[in-house]
């Protein structure tokens, strides 16, 4: 049977799903048409324990895109393959303010602000050690997976859809290559960024990812260590203050916890040493959050003084 505590987490989760299935805010993400598909109705809820346990309630096991949640898995990747002196080199830690596809850069470095917007993730994902283009999405896509613990798919779609609607993506590429931000070839870096973006994922497997970075980088389903303890600590600060985009400062001030957000809707929430939270639902409020997911984690910290403040 069940013991007390992961009766509480399930019926916590079950309790939100309930709650929240029904606010019918926002808008599906259309600029990538491929994502304007989606279900708007779709929920998904999961939490995953540092002890492996896994909870799901809803639509948990649905597949979507990956998009911007991969940012902090690949910079997690990045900072394992140069260490944080050279990562900082080509890519901000600081909090923009903007949106996600924000095309400032640093007047005096030319750097991007942080590796949570685009422009920051590009210089990420070309940052990670490779041979060859072929080489350096393989070594990507192999960390997704250690950090999901299973094999995981490209949505080949998406893909062909978000590099043939990619101009504002490119345009901020080029302008980084040339203030030396991004120093590989701008189309290879890009094509590697969108197939990064269009990974299969569900929220069963945000939850284990997430919960991997909780852990101090030890998937706790499949107990590979997948990255460095310290590498887990820089990613978790740098989504803390800037995983939600233009929404970070209120985003921490209430929920008071290290998250990322993408726009296919999914949403990662970390609760240090304790677990990781995955949620996902397409539409999205004005900053490009989910709607359901933002509601959702909210309460989940509310109920569980889940705040980073929060005197313990
Ligand atoms: N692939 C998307 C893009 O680059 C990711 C953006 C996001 O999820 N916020 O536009």
């Not at 304007?36 to 939490?47: C, I, K, N």
């Not at 346990?53 to 949640?69: C, E, K, M, N, W």
């Not at 990420?124 to 072929?134: D, F, P």
């Not at 809707?265 to 949620?279: E, I, K, R």
Request: proline share 4%; charged share 20%.
């Amino acid at each position: 049977g069940r013991t007390g505590a992961s009766e509480l987490i399930a019926d916590a989760l079950a309790a939100v799903h309930e709650r929240f299935r029904d606010l019918d805010e926002g808008d599906v993400a259309t600029y990538i048409p491929e994502l304007a598909t989606a279900d708007r109705s779709l929920f998904g809820v999961a939490l995953a324990g540092v002890t492996g346990s896994v909870y799901t309630a809803g639509d948990a096991d649905v597949p979507f895109t990956i998009q911007s949640l991969s940012k902090p898995f690949v910079f997690a990747l990045a900072l394992m393959d140069r260490g944080l002196a050279e990562v900082l080199e080509h890519v901000g830690a600081e909090p923009s303010g903007e949106g996600f596809s924000s095309i400032r850069l640093d007047p005096v470095t030319g750097r991007p602000p942080n590796p949570m917007v685009n422009a920051g993730a590009i210089v990420t994902t070309s940052l990670v050690r490779g041979a060859s283009e072929e080489e350096r999405f393989a070594r990507i896509l192999a960390v997704l997976e250690a950090f999901a613990g299973r094999p995981l798919d490209v949505d080949g779609r998406v893909y062909v859809s978000e590099s043939e609607t990619g101009d504002r993506n490119r345009a901020i590429a080029y302008l980084m290559h040339s203030t030396g931000a991004l120093t590989t070839d701008v189309e290879a870096t890009l094509d590697t960024y969108f197939r990064q973006c269009s990974v299969l994922v569900t929220t069963r497997d945000l939850a284990v990812m997430s919960a991997t970075l909780a852990n101090g980088g030890v998937n706790p389903v499949t107990g590979e260590q997948v990255v460095d303890e310290v590498v887990t600590e820089w990613v978790l600060a740098v989504m803390a203050t800037s995983g939600m985009y233009d929404y970070a400062g209120e985003w921490l001030l209430r929920a008071g916890m290290p998250a990322k957000s993408g726009v296919s809707g999914g949403l990662v929430s970390v609760g240090v040493g304790q677990f990781g939270l995955g949620l996902f639902s397409p539409p999205l409020d004005a900053r490009g959050n989910s709607v359901r997911s933002v509601a959702a984690a909210h309460e989940i910290s509310r109920q569980f003084h889940l705040h980073l403040m929060h005197r313990p």
